[in-house]
């Protein structure tokens, strides 16, 4: 379960001088798979992304009935190229930055994340937002989403399993705030803040860096996400999971405002103890 958190805080993570705050809540559900064997129980995160300039801060809300529990923020600073995630049931504020993102072992896997996106060429209009579809294929080698911290038993089981994900992003340019998302996006690529997110949670993941500039392709703010996540691979877990079929999420854009924000939000809340 922790894996599952860290892994859609990760995603959640992954958009010039800018001139408007923008704040932008998205709603996910999850069905199918290992989902539907939770019932009502399974997770429904809601994610909130502000940017202030160079700054972001992204709050995730996993939903009352979650058997996951989080409650977490991730505060990104593209100048500084620093990333703090905040864990508000522990008050701690765990910071890393680019410069410090964890060395690999040398047999750590060269390309354990491989990501391809293009657009289609299709078109169509979601909450009054004209929006242009792009495709995208990724493939995930299952046990590098532990790291070292992977007990060597269950690395075993996974060493040859990959999660994949399959689905289509419809963007926009058209909403509030777009330009503003485009230009933080870029900039957080720029400063390679992807691999200090994942140094941040104690997770090391080969090829987020790859991943991270694939995105740089997408020219627009998602506004609906739909994708496929399925398990490929030999061996009992493998089999297992592929028996649950494949998980489907659909991930929406709810509200795009665009008010002033606080200094405050992208600060550590006093109180909180700093572990670098």
């Known amino acids: 379960m922790k894996r599952w958190s860290a892994t859609l805080l990760a995603f959640a993570v992954c958009s010039a001088v800018v001139h408007a705050d923008v704040t932008i809540v998205q709603k996910t559900t999850i069905e199918g798979g290992a989902a539907a064997a939770m019932g009502g129980n399974a997770p429904s995160p809601t994610v909130t992304n502000r940017i202030k300039g160079m700054k972001g801060r992204t709050d995730m809300d996993m939903g009352a009935n979650s058997p996951i529990a989080t409650n977490m923020s991730t505060i990104t600073d593209t100048t500084a190229k620093e990333v703090i995630i905040l864990d508000h049931n522990q008050k701690t504020a765990r910071v890393s930055t680019a410069a410090a993102k964890p060395a690999l072992p040398a047999d750590a896997p060269s390309a354990a994340i491989d990501t391809a996106i293009a657009p289609t060429g299709k078109s169509q209009t ?141 600060k550590v809340p006093q109180g909180y103890q700093v572990v670098k």
């Open 126 to 266: 979601i909450d009054g937002f004209k929006c242009n579809e792009y495709s995208f294929t990724t493939s995930m080698a299952m046990a590098s989403i532990g790291g070292a911290s992977l007990p060597p038993e269950a690395a075993e089981m996974m060493k040859d399993m990959k999660m994949v994900m399959k689905g289509s992003l419809w963007v926009t340019k058209d909403a509030p705030g777009a330009a503003e998302y485009l230009a933080y996006q870029k900039a957080m690529n720029a400063a390679d803040l992807a691999a200090a997110a994942m140094g941040a949670t104690g997770m090391n993941m080969p090829g987020m860096d790859k991943m991270m500039k694939a995105m740089q392709g997408v020219e627009g703010l998602p506004i609906l996400t739909e994708m496929e996540m399925s398990v490929e691979g030999s061996g009992q877990m493998a089999d297992m999971m592929r028996q649950m079929g494949a998980m489907r999420l659909t991930t929406k854009v709810t509200s795009i405002k665009t008010d002033t924000l606080a200094d405050d939000a992208f």
